[in-house]
T-cell receptor, first 114, second 116 residues
């Protein structure tokens, strides 16, 4: 079946540094990738929608300059958390459309900023 | 904007028993899709079941079935013969039919515990 590989699964970084999270569709072309953030015991909150070859569309309240999304190819989308701070610590999940009404989720990245 | 409401933050069920998780949604659209996703402790999102709004017949997947009431905008999930592996967070989700770039809108989730 369709698989989205998300890396890293866990990352700890120092405050002020940047972290890149990758989501790669392994056996299909992901023209659209959705990035979600999930706080402990809470639901998934949509951060942005990215389409291959164009700028991402960010949800209201999401800082574009802090959460940089790149979708340069049909199989790879990246989320870079720039100048990370402890409040950016969270669980980040990507989700790709795979044709029809199907969605495939990455396994998530737990980011801890210390 | 569409909203999805799950009014049960937590539920519990005895192993082998049946449990129903509630979900209501608000939309002005006539064509859309509804989903139930399971998120176990690994946090991997797993599709449980999907319902197309234009279909009157309730979707069924093995022990999982839904009660889709379009007029009432209700979409409950019934889990029969509950197993320990069913313990997880369950999210109800809505997707508009409008365009291919439509994301899923999630409810707040219901944490299901299964008691042995």
């Amino acid at each position: 079946g369709a698989v989205v590989s998300q890396h890293p699964s866990r990352v700890i970084c120092k405050s002020g540094t940047s972290v890149k999270i990758e989501c790669r569709s392994l056996d299909f072309q992901a023209t659209t990738m959705f990035w979600y953030r999930q706080f402990p015991k809470q639901s998934l909150m949509l951060m942005a929608t990215s389409n291959e070859g164009s700028k991402a569309t960010y949800e209201q309240g999401v800082e574009k300059d802090k959460f940089l999304i790149n979708h340069a190819s049909l199989t790879l989308s990246t989320l870079t958390v720039t100048s990370a701070h402890p409040e950016d610590s969270s669980f980040y999940i990507c989700s790709a459309r795979r044709g029809g009404v199907g969605y495939t989720f990455g396994s998530g990245t737990r980011l801890t900023v210390v | 904007a569409q909203t999805v409401t799950q009014s049960q933050p937590e539920m519990s069920v005895q192993e082998a028993e049946t449990v129903t998780l509630s979900c209501t949604y608000d939309t002005s659209e006539s064509d859309y899709y509804l989903f139930w996703y399971k998120q176990p402790p690994s946090r991997q999102m797993i599709l449980v079941i999907r319902q197309e709004a234009y279909k009157q017949q309730n979707a069924t997947e093995n022990r999982f079935s839904v009660n889709f009431q379009k007029a009432a905008k209700s979409f409950s999930l019934k889990i029969s013969d509950s197993q320990l592996g069913d313990a997880a967070m369950y999210f109800c989700a809505y997707r508009s039919e409008n365009s291919g770039n439509t994301p899923l809108v999630f409810g707040k989730g219901t944490r299901l515990s299964v008691i042995a």
